[in-house]
T-cell receptor, first 118, second 111 residues
Framework: DAGITQSPRHKVTETGTPVTLRCHQTENHRYMYWYRQDPGHGLRLIHY???????DKGEVSDGYSVSRSKTEDFLLTLESATSSQTSVYFC?????????????????FGAGSRLTVL | GDSVTQMEGPVTLSEEAFLTINCTYT??????LFWYVQYPGEGLQLLLKATKADDKGSNKGFEATYRKETTSFHLEKGSVQVSDSAVYFCALRNTGNQFYFGTGTSLTVIP
């Protein structure tokens, strides 16, 4: 997956518990993103980062927080998980000079983390 | 705000049939446009892209042309194969390096 690893790949947890998903990249790309994928909604942006300690909210950020203390790591935290946060979470990276079909910035995705909140 | 709308699925085709998946976008400025493909149990992979009006992206027999006048980026393939069965996502990247995705179109190709 082009130097992106997500952990854990699968997690089952109970309502009210905290959960942290980790995204690690070895590409030294500036931009990192967290998306969630749900049937009928496609991919929706949760949070993104444009550099170390620089983050911003996406369209579905409520109930989620992120941190980026190093270029290579982008953490997504659910402070108190709810059943509506059951989803597949994808991390993605983007940066100038990405490998891809040619030229401009593209998104490269991790393999996903499936979270089930009971 | 910026957004992408693509045709609803699922789409079922026979092998060697012609494929079109419609995609239109709303964006300020001049976005880059992409098609991504997701195979079962995997993350999304870039299929093709176009960065300016009238550009044609192509890969693996798939094509899409950036039409600014109709704000469209329709995906086409002349002869689909069983191995093309997947979910296809249209996406745009705006000038702030934010990416927006359509809801995805599931394609099943039957022998």
């Amino acid at each position: 997956d082009a130097g992106i690893t997500q952990s854990p790949r699968h997690k089952v947890t109970e309502t009210g518990t905290p959960v942290t998903l980790r995204c690690h990249q070895t590409e030294n790309h500036r931009y990192m993103y967290w998306y969630r994928q749900d049937p009928g909604h496609g991919l929706r942006l949760i949070h993104y980062s444009y550099g170390v300690k620089d983050t911003d909210k996406g369209e579905v950020s409520d109930g989620y927080s992120v941190s980026r203390s190093k270029t290579e790591d982008f953490l997504l935290t659910l402070e108190s998980a709810t059943s509506s946060q059951t989803s597949v979470y994808f991390c993605a990276i983007s940066g100038a000079g990405d490998r891809g079909l040619s030229g401009a910035n593209v998104l490269t995705f991790g393999a996903g983390s499936r979270l089930t909140v009971l | 705000g910026d957004s992408v709308t693509q045709m609803e699925g699922p789409v079922t085709l026979s092998e060697e049939a012609f494929l079109t998946i419609n995609c239109t976008y709303t964006a300020t400025g001049y976005p880059s446009l992409f098609w991504y493909v997701q195979y079962p149990g995997e993350g999304l992979q870039l299929l093709l892209k176009a960065t300016k009006a009238d550009d044609k992206g192509s890969n693996k027999g798939f094509e899409a042309t950036y039409r600014k006048e109709t704000t469209s980026f329709h995906l086409e393939k002349g002869s689909v194969q069983v191995s093309d069965s997947a979910v296809y996502f249209c996406a745009l990247r705006n000038t702030g390096n934010q990416f927006y995705f359509g809801t995805g179109t599931s394609l099943t190709v039957i022998p």
